[in-house]
């Protein structure tokens, strides 16, 4: 049976995904954090507790994980089986791609079960957009047996797409989920970052797990300028907050943090920690792994991480990832003069 339009564009997205992976990535944000070492850490390796509580029955065993990449076509079936069989093996929570193609659509559904199926007991993270109905919001959690969801803003990729929406309602609808829901309510970014005002936006409706995922890493609105054979809005390559940014923006919100965009191995994760993170999504540099070498070099990587991880954290003596809050760090370049000007040093 042909695909649908809707999975040909999924399709689509995975492919120019991975072909515009390095043009992407071809600045590290990061970098612009420099962490100050202290010569006595008075911990050890074996007394970091990797677990991180993002709420009431969401705990994550690591405080990286997967994040939102794809589903809603044969070929997405197929990175979302291997992604998921990973996730179970590492014991990683794991989000998907936006569900709303799959309850269209009965057809796209198995690309999103096949997660939940190969790793039945780990934390599974359904994704919708934000201006989902109740019903829709409820039908997507069901169908994964979801630990909580991810609503996702991406309102200047949508301004590209071609067949994108045109307008954007989103506080109350997102008001209204968080109220009528009964998991753990996640919102965030698509990769254009957040500011301090959107935050406080956020939390006044009762949104308590912000995922801030800032410019870095996948540039949605790249991908869908390269669809897009109509306008060309390349202006927009560097629309948005870095990652970094988006963090410092969040530093004095009492909402849960979370970080994704740009994270390319565990020293990012950490630096995401010390600006306020509490967890951190990993999508474009885990799919580029995956797609560019395989599931068994993805599964290197994972556990290589994962050994890193605990050995980074007692160098700069936090026990636990909440820990890094009270590292030292200092800001350069760019970064510090965005802080400046925005008031946040």
């Known amino acids: 049976m042909m695909e649908s339009q809707q999975a040909h564009r999924k399709d689509e997205h995975l492919s120019l995904a991975t072909a515009s992976y390095q043009r992407a990535h071809a600045h590290h944000y990061f970098d612009q954090v420099r962490l100050i070492h202290d010569a006595l850490p008075?911990?050890?390796?074996?007394?970091?507790?990797?677990?991180?509580q993002l709420a009431d029955g969401l705990q994550l065993e690591w405080p990286f994980y997967l994040e939102a990449m794809t589903g809603g076509s044969k070929q997405a079936t197929k990175v979302n089986r291997a992604l998921a069989k990973l996730a179970h093996k590492h014991h990683l929570a794991m989000a998907t791609g936006s569900l709303s193609v799959a309850l269209k659509e009965a057809a796209a559904q198995p690309s999103f079960t096949v997660v939940r199926e190969a790793n039945p007991d780990g934390i599974v993270i359904a994704n919708l957009g934000a201006n989902a109905?109740?019903?829709k919001a409820r039908?997507?959690?069901?169908?994964?047996?979801?630990?909580?969801?991810?609503?996702?803003?991406?309102?200047?990729?949508?301004?590209?797409?071609?067949?994108?929406d045109r307008q954007f309602y989103w506080l109350d609808n997102i008001a209204h989920l968080v109220d009528g829901l009964d998991v753990p309510v996640i919102v965030k970014e698509v990769g254009f970052g957040m500011s301090r005002r959107t935050i406080e936006r956020l939390q006044k409706v009762g949104v308590q797990l912000i995922n801030v995922s800032g410019r870095g890493g996948t540039n949605f609105a790249m991908i869908e300028n390269r669809r897009n054979h109509q306008l060309d809005m390349a202006d927009l390559a560097d629309w948005g907050q870095t990652t970094p940014e988006s963090l410092l923006e969040a530093r004095d919100s009492q909402a849960t943090i979370i970080a994704s965009g740009g994270v390319t191995?565990?020293?990012?994760?950490?630096?995401?920690?010390v600006l306020g993170?509490?967890?951190?999504?990993?999508?474009?540099?885990?799919?580029?792994?995956?797609v560019r070498d395989g599931a068994s070099a993805l599964d290197q990587v994972l556990t290589d991480w994962q050994a890193q991880l605990p050995r980074l954290?007692?160098?700069?003596?936090a026990q636990h990832f909440i820990d890094l809050s009270r590292v030292d760090y200092v800001l350069t370049g760019p970064l510090y003069e965005y802080a400046q000007q925005r008031g946040l040093v």
């Open 42 to 52: 008075e911990t050890a390796v074996a007394a970091v507790d990797h677990t991180v």
């Open 133 to 135: 109905s109740l019903d």
């Open 139 to 164: 039908a997507a959690v069901d169908l994964l047996a979801a630990d909580a969801l991810e609503l996702h803003l991406n309102a200047a990729q949508e301004l590209v797409m071609p067949e994108g």
């Open 265 to 273: 191995c565990p020293l990012d994760v950490v630096k995401a920690g």
């Open 277 to 290: 993170a509490r967890a951190v999504g990993v999508a474009g540099y885990f799919l580029n792994i995956l």
């Open 313 to 317: 954290l007692t160098l700069v003596g």
